[in-house]
Protein backbone atom coordinates (compact mmCIF):
# COMPACT_ATOMS: atom_id res chain seq x y z
CA UNK A 1 0.00 0.00 0.00
CA UNK A 2 1.57 3.01 -1.29
CA UNK A 3 0.90 6.51 0.79
CA UNK A 4 1.05 9.33 -2.15
CA UNK A 5 0.23 12.11 0.61
CA UNK A 6 1.66 15.51 0.27
CA UNK A 7 3.39 16.90 3.19
CA UNK A 8 2.29 20.04 4.85
CA UNK A 9 4.53 22.67 6.16
CA UNK A 10 3.94 20.98 9.81
CA UNK A 11 4.04 17.72 9.00
CA UNK A 12 7.36 15.73 10.04
CA UNK A 13 9.41 13.86 7.60
CA UNK A 14 10.63 10.10 8.43
CA UNK A 15 13.98 9.08 7.94
CA UNK A 16 12.45 6.25 5.68
CA UNK A 17 10.98 9.37 3.27
CA UNK A 18 14.67 10.27 2.32
CA UNK A 19 14.23 8.11 -0.86
CA UNK A 20 10.94 9.14 -1.54
CA UNK A 21 10.19 12.00 -3.99
CA UNK A 22 8.86 14.21 -1.34
CA UNK A 23 11.99 14.40 0.56
CA UNK A 24 14.07 17.95 -0.18
CA UNK A 25 17.16 16.60 -1.96
CA UNK A 26 19.23 19.88 -0.59
CA UNK A 27 18.67 18.81 2.85
CA UNK A 28 22.02 18.11 4.68
CA UNK A 29 20.97 16.45 7.95
CA UNK A 30 22.48 14.58 10.60
CA UNK A 31 22.35 10.84 10.96
CA UNK A 32 21.58 8.71 13.72
CA UNK A 33 22.98 5.47 14.96
CA UNK A 34 21.84 2.70 16.71
CA UNK A 35 22.66 3.40 20.67
CA UNK A 36 22.42 -0.02 21.71
CA UNK A 37 26.12 -1.64 20.14
CA UNK A 38 27.30 0.92 18.29
CA UNK A 39 28.09 3.13 21.38
CA UNK A 40 29.58 -0.19 23.59
CA UNK A 41 32.34 1.49 25.41
CA UNK A 42 35.42 -0.97 24.98
CA UNK A 43 38.31 0.74 26.12
CA UNK A 44 41.53 1.01 23.78
CA UNK A 45 45.06 -0.49 24.55
CA UNK A 46 48.06 1.21 24.55
CA UNK A 47 48.92 -0.13 21.55
CA UNK A 48 50.33 3.14 20.28
CA UNK A 49 52.92 2.80 17.38
CA UNK A 50 56.21 4.15 17.72
CA UNK A 51 55.31 7.42 15.11
CA UNK A 52 52.50 8.20 17.86
CA UNK A 53 54.34 7.47 20.76
CA UNK A 54 57.38 9.99 19.32
CA UNK A 55 54.26 12.45 18.21
CA UNK A 56 53.21 12.54 22.29
CA UNK A 57 56.89 12.75 23.59
CA UNK A 58 57.35 15.34 20.95
CA UNK A 59 54.12 17.71 22.14
CA UNK A 60 55.59 20.83 23.59
CA UNK A 61 54.02 22.15 26.95
CA UNK A 62 50.40 23.64 27.20
CA UNK A 63 49.45 21.28 23.49
CA UNK A 64 48.06 17.78 23.08
CA UNK A 65 47.11 15.26 20.60
CA UNK A 66 43.91 13.33 19.64
CA UNK A 67 44.53 10.23 17.77
CA UNK A 68 41.34 8.52 16.06
CA UNK A 69 41.83 4.99 17.01
CA UNK A 70 38.96 4.01 14.41
CA UNK A 71 35.87 5.10 12.27
CA UNK A 72 37.07 6.39 8.38
CA UNK A 73 39.92 8.66 9.16
CA UNK A 74 42.13 6.08 11.52
CA UNK A 75 45.39 7.04 12.42
CA UNK A 76 44.96 10.57 11.89
CA UNK A 77 46.90 13.04 14.68
CA UNK A 78 45.14 16.24 15.26
CA UNK A 79 47.27 18.87 17.23
CA UNK A 80 45.16 21.13 20.35
CA UNK A 81 47.70 24.07 20.80
CA UNK A 82 44.71 27.07 20.59
CA UNK A 83 41.89 27.80 23.38
CA UNK A 84 38.83 26.55 20.97
CA UNK A 85 39.14 23.63 18.96
CA UNK A 86 36.00 23.21 17.07
CA UNK A 87 35.16 19.65 15.94
CA UNK A 88 32.50 19.12 13.11
CA UNK A 89 31.36 18.11 9.55
CA UNK A 90 31.33 21.61 8.42
CA UNK A 91 34.36 22.26 6.09
CA UNK A 92 35.72 25.41 8.15
CA UNK A 93 35.46 22.82 11.84
CA UNK A 94 39.43 22.97 12.52
CA UNK A 95 38.84 18.75 12.91
CA UNK A 96 37.00 18.04 10.23
CA UNK A 97 34.73 14.58 10.44
CA UNK A 98 33.26 14.04 6.86
CA UNK A 99 30.95 11.75 7.66
CA UNK A 100 26.72 11.81 8.46
CA UNK A 101 27.00 10.72 11.78
CA UNK A 102 28.85 13.53 12.98
CA UNK A 103 26.84 17.18 13.44
CA UNK A 104 28.09 20.40 11.60
CA UNK A 105 29.18 21.94 14.63
CA UNK A 106 29.58 18.92 16.96
CA UNK A 107 31.68 19.78 19.54
CA UNK A 108 34.53 22.45 21.04
CA UNK A 109 37.40 21.71 22.73
CA UNK A 110 38.49 24.40 25.32
CA UNK A 111 42.00 25.05 26.63
CA UNK A 112 42.68 26.59 29.96
CA UNK A 113 46.40 26.46 30.72
CA UNK A 114 47.39 22.82 30.66
CA UNK A 115 43.49 21.86 31.04
CA UNK A 116 41.68 20.70 28.09
CA UNK A 117 37.46 20.67 28.11
CA UNK A 118 35.33 18.94 25.35
CA UNK A 119 32.05 20.69 25.28
CA UNK A 120 29.34 19.32 23.46
CA UNK A 121 27.03 21.94 20.94
CA UNK A 122 24.10 20.37 21.02
CA UNK A 123 24.94 17.59 18.20
CA UNK A 124 22.55 15.11 17.18
CA UNK A 125 24.31 11.96 18.25
CA UNK A 126 26.32 13.07 21.01
CA UNK A 127 29.76 13.71 22.28
CA UNK A 128 30.84 10.64 24.80
CA UNK A 129 33.93 11.00 27.14
CA UNK A 130 35.20 7.15 28.21
CA UNK A 131 31.90 5.98 27.48
CA UNK A 132 29.26 8.24 28.80
CA UNK A 133 27.66 10.59 27.00
CA UNK A 134 28.67 14.33 28.15
CA UNK A 135 27.26 18.21 27.91
CA UNK A 136 30.97 19.39 29.44
CA UNK A 137 33.75 16.76 30.94
CA UNK A 138 37.15 17.47 31.29
CA UNK A 139 39.69 15.20 29.39
CA UNK A 140 42.50 13.44 30.84
CA UNK A 141 45.52 12.03 29.39
CA UNK A 142 45.08 8.78 27.79
CA UNK A 143 40.97 9.51 27.90
CA UNK A 144 38.88 8.03 25.17
CA UNK A 145 36.61 10.43 23.20
CA UNK A 146 33.64 9.21 20.99
CA UNK A 147 32.11 12.25 18.21
CA UNK A 148 29.89 10.03 15.97
CA UNK A 149 31.34 6.81 14.50
CA UNK A 150 35.20 8.46 15.74
CA UNK A 151 37.07 7.01 18.32
CA UNK A 152 39.56 9.10 19.44
CA UNK A 153 42.67 8.77 22.03
CA UNK A 154 43.38 12.60 24.25
CA UNK A 155 47.00 13.05 25.23
CA UNK A 156 49.09 16.01 26.96
CA UNK A 157 52.49 17.05 26.60
CA UNK A 158 54.60 14.52 28.95
CA UNK A 159 56.03 18.16 29.73
CA UNK A 160 52.37 19.15 31.52
CA UNK A 161 51.34 15.63 32.88
CA UNK A 162 52.17 16.76 36.35
CA UNK A 163 50.29 20.29 36.26
CA UNK A 164 47.08 18.20 34.92
CA UNK A 165 47.17 15.88 37.29
CA UNK A 166 47.37 18.43 40.21
CA UNK A 167 44.72 20.96 38.23
Known sequence: MEDNRRSGPDEIRRASDAGSPLADPGSDTTQTFGH?????????????????LDAIEALPTGAALLIVRSGPTAGARYLLDTD?????????????????TVSRRHAEI????????????????????N?????????????????????????????????????
Not at 38 to 44: A, G, H, Q, T
Not at 84 to 100: C, K, L, W, Y
Not at 137 to 159: C, D, H, M, T
Open 36 to 52: DSDLSFVPFGADLSEVE
Open 84 to 100: VTTVGRHPEADIFFDDV
Open 110 to 129: TRQGATFEIVDQRSLNGTYV
Open 131 to 167: GERVDRAALVNGGEVRIGKFRLNFFVSPADLPQAADG
